[in-house]
């Protein structure tokens, strides 16, 4: 967001969230995006879903820089099952 000069409230406009779901967002404390709110993200930004969301292990993770944010996917599974 900040190489491209986007803001949260920018996130906040385009999605019609509210800023505390913004901040979860960037935060990375959320459970699930819907699509519509990834692509909107995407175009804005000018990225692939891909670009923005990958797959770390555990080792991965404990190494990541700021600014990345990390869901836990076994967090997802326990909440399914």
């Known amino acids: 967001m900040k190489e491209r000069g986007v803001a ?3 996130l ?3 999605t019609g969230h509210t800023a505390a779901n913004i901040s979860r ?4 404390k959320i459970r699930a995006v819907r699509f519509s709110t990834l692509f ?3 175009d804005m930004l000018d990225v692939s879903p891909g ?3 990958i797959r770390i292990t555990d080792e991965e993770a404990l190494h990541l820089e700021k600014g ?3 869901i836990k996917m ?3 599974d ?3 099952n």
């Open 51 to 53: 670009d923005i969301i």
């Open 8 to 10: 949260g409230t920018d």
């Open 12 to 14: 906040m406009k385009l």
């Open 40 to 42: 909107a993200i995407c």
């Open 74 to 76: 076994d967090d997802l």
């Open 25 to 28: 967002l960037r935060q990375g």
């Open 68 to 70: 990345v944010y990390l």
């Open 78 to 80: 326990n909440k399914q």
